[in-house]
């Protein structure tokens, strides 16, 4: 590699010349394939200022979308832009799609999966992004691209692509990927809207004389109900091989008297069934004459409101099954299809009973919505209903505890914190399972770090952190399995508002919890989750350099830290080390130790309020700093270091660049702006509502509601 200077993209002038870039990267590509495509990456990022690629460019697309065509061949390389759009915050708004894309398109799909973890749900993108993905995977000529696909589909919310991916795998003329794929969705509850859906299906079944019972049997069991039109058209295909269908050897013994069965129009439908003039058998006799074959939500709806009671609506849905018409895959008939066989006849009103359109049934997050609203409202015969369609209308065990712990998620969101712990602590009592939804739910409540206006349902003086860590026990104690992610962000929490007694007994429990043989198997045999990592590498540098900054951080109310305190950290990496075996290196200590020594001492260092607010009131020595540390941290550098004066070294600090440090003031100045609009809730004596002397979580598996009031 040339010297950096010497060449002409070196210069200023030239960094950001894109036109210029796009000529080098053409001829590299041409001459040297991949390795000239990354050579230009590595010119771009480290002989000078690095180039973003982001923007609406459609040239910075273009250069971005060349980068991806290597990073599809080489994973190493796609590693370092997938971390470099990330970690630097490229405003990318496909990157999900692009980068795992990229994966799946390339040699070794298998590793996508890795890059849809690294970049989480934050980069996902919904529906769209997930069909790019799939596009490219269907691009691959791995055989394994579509299996890959399926786990990153796993990793993501749920979200309906049936019609648009079984559809293209048919246009490709691929039907063992199709067939794979059917599976896969249908056991993930992604249903086929429509019976033109499944035609290719039962007509590859046809040609090769293979069993339709196999196939129907899970679109049954997800209460999808396409069989007779199935059996008919499997019927036709067989007759292309074998001669003429049975049935129409028996006109008289045909349902339709010989009429080519279509689809009738489900509002015509509808106003039949409404028609009082006839009754449902005489309306549904004749329109089965001219070739009814299936019926949709509208018409059921109908014939459901001109029901009088259970009994004749179940003997109606019978009477649908024995004249062989369908009644669809829509969410609406499944439920109510479901309630009414469960024999509950006042939930089937208020299924019938209200303004929601049936297509309103199928939108998951909006019904989870709702739930939360009508629980705001006490509005309990809706809240009842919402519980039913997002149970797809079953009543059994299972569906009853899934209600529950959507109700239980329900009072989270809704912030009625003491119906919480209650509901909590039944379903505890009662030995069902809390769902892995809940810590999920609990997180959020971390990141508060302002009063909002508290609704009806919250009580003004309740101790977050501490009730959340309590739920979040107990959620444990259930067998519910709660990631570390969940426990970092409640250590954060603990560490940013100063609360480091607190901070150090939860690290110790964390640490006994998750240690192998802990107290996750040795009391309640509580297995961990698939996606478990090294235990050990939960307390790494960033959480170890974490600790040592929070214990820098004043607590509220207290105007100055001691030096003692701000070393509070040598306690708890200690016993870290020595009790449970973690590891941590001297010198990634020492420099973070120097690094905040920095913020308290060096000249013309931009820092934040709360370390501003520790310099202006600072009256301790930086030697004394230093002689706390040498007596309460017992590991000493083990060669030379790379510097004469520890003191020093602590007075300076290098400088950002032009570039970062206008990014950084951009980045902390509307961090500002946010948080001003966000202000504390004043009581009646003008004082915050947010009180500083809080209490903590006590019990660690039996938390009560008095134990997080004032």
Known sequence: MSCIGTRLTDRPQYRHDIELWEMLLIAQAL???????KAI???MKFRGEAFRLEGDDPRVDALWKTFLSAGAEDH?????????????????PHLFAEIVGAALEGSNPLEAPHFAAFLGEKHFRGREGLLATFSAACESRNPDALKAFCQVYDMVPRTSIYAATISMLWEQERPEDAFMLHSFLISRKDLPPRFELLEPFINYLALHNESLDKFLSPLSAAGISFEAQARRLWSIGRSRVTGVPAESLNIVASKTMGANPNKLSDQFVARAFATRAFSFDFAVHSLRMIGLIEVGPLAVRQMAATSPDLITLQARFQKLRELEIDTGASVFVRVLRNVCDAGYWEMVESLIDNDLHHEVFEDIDVQKRLLTEYYRKRDWRQLNRTLAILNNGRLDDPSKRRAANLLLITMVEAGDWSSVINCATSLQERGWQLSSAFPRALAPSFRITAQHSPSPLQEPSVDHSSLIIGLMQKALASRTNVKFKYWRQAMRALGRQGRLEELEALVYWVAEWFR?????????DVPISHDWVEWKDLFDDKFQKSVMSWCFRPRKGIRIVSAERCLRWTRMLKRLRDGYGIEVREYVIRWEFIKRLRRLFA???QVKRHNASMRARNRVSITRYWTLYDKMWDMKPAGKVN?????????HHRKLSSPKRRRMHEHWMSRRAAQKLIKPIADDHGRDSVQGDIVGYRDMFNASWEDYQK
């Open 603 to 605: 000249v013309g260092m």
């Open 41 to 43: 990456w590595r010119g």
């Open 643 to 651: 510097y004469d004066d520890r003191v020093r070294i602590c007075l």
């Open 31 to 37: 001459q040297n394939g991949h390795e000239g495509i």
């Open 76 to 92: 190493q390389f796609l590693w370092s832009m997938c971390k470099e759009a990330k970690l630097l915050r490229y405003k990318r």
């Open 516 to 524: 192998h043989d802990g107290l996750h198997r040795e009391v309640l």
